[in-house]
């Protein structure tokens, strides 16, 4: 079984599922795409408000969702973080670089998550993708500069081409065989699919 994640390192949804679903996944003996993508152009085609357009009641309610999700997933959130909004691209492209490389990449995406949800720190700063990414004992020099390349912008335009051709909502989005689950509130009906 595989299972396509469609993400960006800066959502805050994405922090608070990220954990749960790779567990799930291995539970399942799923293989995980990690898919990283261009959050803006998704939102464009599925016609999704990006957050500063939003009426204050739906900013409100993000942050009580935000709130009650960080508690029942027991994860520590600061629901209006120093560095949000910040570019996620960089970060994005870390990942894209990392899983092309065939490192195991899920163990720093949810340090990179968590640099901003929860620990107050710049993901479009290099100098904390370094930080992640020598904690991991990776090359920081030749992953940054993998990242920057052609051939890793390709992909990410792919990715993000694939997640709206897929009809993907918004991120996260779980595609198993072709079935979204979009939202990591929607784990558990993943988690149910797979058992079946």
């Known amino acids: 079984m595989e299972i396509d994640y469609y993400f960006t390192s800066i959502s805050p949804f994405t922090y608070l599922g990220h954990s749960h679903f790779l567990q799930i996944a291995k539970e399942a003996g799923a293989q995980v795409n990690f898919k990283?993508?261009?959050?803006?152009?998704?939102?464009?085609?599925?016609?999704?408000?990006?957050?500063?357009?939003?009426?204050?009641?739906?900013?409100?309610?993000?942050?009580?969702?935000l709130g009650r999700w960080a508690k029942k997933r027991g994860l520590p959130i600061n629901k209006q973080p120093s560095f949000f909004p910040t570019s996620p691209v960089l970060a994005d492209k870390c990942i894209i670089a990392l899983q092309a490389s065939g490192a195991e990449a899920g163990a720093v995406i949810g340090q990179i998550l968590a640099a901003c949800w929860e620990h107050e720190k710049d993901i479009a700063d290099e100098s904390t993708l370094r930080e992640i990414l020598k904690a991991h004992t990776i090359d920081a020099d030749a992953l940054l500069a993998s990242a920057q390349s052609q051939?890793?912008?390709?992909?990410?335009?792919?990715?993000?081409?694939?997640?709206?051709?897929?009809?993907?909502?918004?991120?996260?989005?779980?595609?198993?065989?072709?079935?979204?689950?979009?939202?990591?509130?929607?784990?558990?009906?993943?988690?149910?699919?797979?058992?079946?």
Do not use: C, H
Request: aromatic fraction near 8%; glycine fraction near 8%; charge should be negative.
């Open 36 to 65: 990283p993508v261009k959050l803006g152009e998704v939102f464009a085609e599925s016609g999704a408000t990006p957050l500063p357009q939003r009426p204050k009641s739906r900013l409100d309610y993000r942050l009580i969702e």
């Open 151 to 196: 051939a890793i912008e390709n992909i990410y335009t792919n990715n993000t081409n694939d997640t709206i051709n897929a009809g993907a909502l918004g991120v996260p989005s779980y595609l198993l065989n072709g079935e979204q689950f979009w939202g990591q509130d929607r784990l558990e009906l993943l988690e149910e699919t797979l058992k079946q």
